[in-house]
């Protein structure tokens, strides 16, 4: 399970300026003090070399206090270009009518694995987002390797902490997953705008 954190951020700010390292600091409704971040990794090559400033127009409280402050661990993903179906109404008007409609979006996803919190999410299309110029760019087979790195120091450190673990043990990027088992439908959204 992960914490799904996007409707009580207020503002924040990540910065992957350095290669192998994410920074930042995200400021929730209810909180004094920031959740600083402090993650081995990189940001998908759409944001790697970037800092990347994101605000929610509407935040609620409700986050609990079980978030660490300080979310030290591995970079899961961190893109500002996940496509997602975005709903064209709201979620309880979804479930309550017919109306079923939605239409393709990016959406921000900002994804970790915290020492103190295990996976810990923010995906919305719904923030406001400014992007700094790169320090530096990354291709796709760097960032390929480098999850795949942020994936076994991730597991290393599992076992660390909790001893050896036991079956097949593995991250599965399941964006690949579904690349692979998609049988050429939902493709359109490449063609759009």
């Not at 600083?36 to 986050?63: K, M, Q, V, W, Y």
């Not at 402050?69 to 009518?97: M, N, P, W, Y």
């Not at 393709?104 to 020492?115: P, Q, R």
Request: aromatic share 8%; charged share 30%.
């Amino acid at each position: 399970m992960a914490w799904s954190i996007e409707e009580h951020l207020v503002h924040g700010e990540i910065e992957n300026r350095t290669r192998g390292r994410v920074t930042g600091a995200l400021w929730f409704l209810g909180r004094s003090e920031p959740v600083r971040l402090d993650l081995r990794g990189d940001c998908a090559p759409d944001l790697a070399g970037c800092t990347l400033a994101f605000e929610n127009p509407e935040p609620r409280a409700g986050l609990r206090d079980e978030i660490a402050a300080d979310q030290r661990g591995h970079v899961g993903i961190i893109t500002a270009s996940q496509r997602v179906k975005d709903l064209d109404c709201s979620i309880d008007e979804f479930l309550r009518t017919d109306n079923k409609s939605w239409h393709w979006a990016n959406a921000l996803c900002l994804e970790w694995f915290s020492i103190r919190n295990g996976r810990v999410v923010i995906q919305t299309t719904k923030y406001k987002l400014r992007v700094s110029a790169p320090a530096w760019t990354m291709t796709d087979e760097e960032y390929r390797i480098s999850r795949q790195a942020s994936a076994a120091d991730y597991l290393a450190d599992m076992e660390k902490m909790y001893g050896p673990l036991t079956g097949d043990a593995r991250f599965i990027d399941l964006n690949e997953l579904l690349r692979e088992d998609d049988g050429g439908e939902g493709e359109e959204w490449k063609k759009a705008e």
